[in-house]
């Protein structure tokens, strides 16, 4: 069930994304909340070229991410597992800085992604 969820969600939550930012860029170019939506998804539909390179950027850095948060995972698990105080240490360290990490690349990537977003609405409007 969850590999369905994972399956229909995804594909979604990017149409959702790619919706959102183009409204916001139309909103604040001082069109209508209505109409921005429209715009919205007409370019989410319509313009799917556009903004493929975005999407994708945005898979591609969570790919290379959980690749990375994994290895260093794995590291730790293999260096640290004949001593079992010190995998605990070690492993909270990790917990905690993977945490950061992920929060500070989402934000970097959505918010470099914010511009063709907005470069796009212009060109449009």
Do not use: C
Not at 10 to 32: D, K, R
Not at 75 to 101: G, P, Q
Request: charged share 10%; net charge positive; aromatic share 20%.
């Amino acid at each position: 069930r969850s590999f369905a969820l994972l399956l229909l969600g995804l594909p979604l939550l990017m149409v959702m994304y790619v919706v959102l930012n183009a409204s916001h860029s139309f909103f604040y170019q001082g069109i209508s909340i209505k109409n921005s939506l429209a715009k919205g998804f007409s370019m989410a539909f319509y313009k799917i070229k556009t903004y493929k390179e975005t999407v994708l950027i945005i898979i591609l850095v969570g790919l290379i991410l959980g690749v990375f948060l994994w290895s260093i995972g794995y590291l730790i698990t293999l260096f640290a597992s004949k001593d079992y105080m010190l995998y605990l240490n070690l492993y909270s360290y990790y917990k905690i800085a993977s945490v950061y990490v992920s929060y500070a690349a989402l934000y970097f990537t959505l918010l470099i992604n914010r511009i063709p977003f907005y470069k796009m609405s212009k060109e449009r409007n």
